[in-house]
């Protein structure tokens, strides 16, 4: 059984390497990637002296400039394009209960991805990521490195994720406590979940 690294939590800046703007463009906040990094890394000038205190890094506590941000500069960068950004308590089960309703659901996923996860029709085992190196670790033992977001759209009662092309929400295998099956799921664990809609 593997232990989790001491101190290895994933943080509070979700996923690494520009996934939160990927996801956001797919949920339609923007056209473009590129215009999603530059306007995150423009919120994130903005509120820098506002959320960093004196005794912290800028890197490690705000994100890593064009890679990743900090929440609440993603939170206020999608206000600022016109949209509501809401943070769902119920997680998981408010995407499952979007499924039972009418029109369209977008919504933000922050977790922790898994290395392989199982495609829900033909059950095959495969690979989240081409290469994983060793000094990588697991999902399990070390979380901060796995850090990932994921855009999940629900649409008259059929949804998807996004992670190298829009996949079936099957592919999370989100029990009834809206909580993945980490020995299946595209996602080890979710810690949390934001409703994105326009702002009416």
Same mark, same amino acid.
């Given at each position: 059984?593997?232990?989790?690294?001491? #101190?290895?939590?994933?943080?509070?800046?979700?996923?690494? #390497?520009?996934?939160?703007?990927?996801?956001?463009?797919?949920?339609?906040?923007?056209?473009? !990637?590129?215009?999603?990094?530059?306007?995150? %890394?423009?919120?994130?000038?903005?509120?820098?002296? $506002?959320?960093?205190?004196?005794?912290?890094?800028?890197?490690?506590?705000?994100?890593?400039?064009?890679?990743?941000? !900090?929440?609440?500069? *993603?939170?206020?960068?999608?206000?600022?394009?016109?949209?509501?950004?809401?943070?769902?308590?119920?997680?998981?089960?408010?995407?499952?209960?979007?499924?039972?309703?009418?029109?369209?659901?977008?919504?933000? *996923?922050?977790?922790?991805?898994? $290395?392989?996860?199982?495609?829900?029709?033909?059950?095959?085992?495969?690979?989240?990521?081409?290469?994983?190196?060793?000094?990588?670790?697991?999902?399990?033992?070390?979380?901060?490195?796995?850090?990932?977001?994921?855009?999940?759209?629900?649409? %008259?009662?059929? #949804?998807? !994720?996004?992670? %190298?092309?829009?996949?079936?929400?099957?592919?999370?295998?989100?029990?009834? %406590?809206?909580?993945?099956?980490?020995?299946? $799921?595209?996602?080890?664990?979710?810690?949390?979940?934001?409703?994105?809609?326009?702002?009416?």
């Amino acid at each position: 059984e593997e232990e989790e690294e001491e #101190g290895s939590e994933a943080g509070d800046v979700p996923g690494s #390497g520009g996934c939160s703007a990927v996801a956001l463009t797919r949920l339609d906040v923007f056209t473009r !990637v590129y215009k999603a990094v530059d306007a995150l %890394d423009e919120m994130r000038v903005k509120l820098e002296s $506002s959320l960093r205190r004196n005794d912290q890094k800028s890197e490690s506590f705000l994100g890593v400039a064009g890679e990743t941000w !900090v929440i609440k500069i *993603i939170q206020k960068t999608v206000v600022e394009e016109g949209c509501n950004f809401k943070k769902e308590p119920e997680k998981g089960k408010a995407i499952l209960a979007s499924l039972k309703l009418e029109g369209k659901h977008l919504f933000f *996923i922050d977790g922790v991805i898994n $290395s392989k996860f199982t495609h829900p029709k033909t059950l095959e085992v495969k690979e989240t990521f081409s290469s994983i190196s060793e000094d990588d670790g697991t999902p399990l033992t070390r979380p901060h490195l796995w850090a990932h977001t994921l855009a999940c759209k629900v649409e %008259d009662g059929k #949804g998807q !994720v996004f992670h %190298d092309g829009w996949k079936p929400l099957g592919c999370m295998w989100l029990g009834e %406590d809206g909580a993945p099956d980490p020995a299946r $799921s595209l996602m080890h664990s979710i810690r949390q979940v934001y409703q994105i809609s326009v702002k009416k």
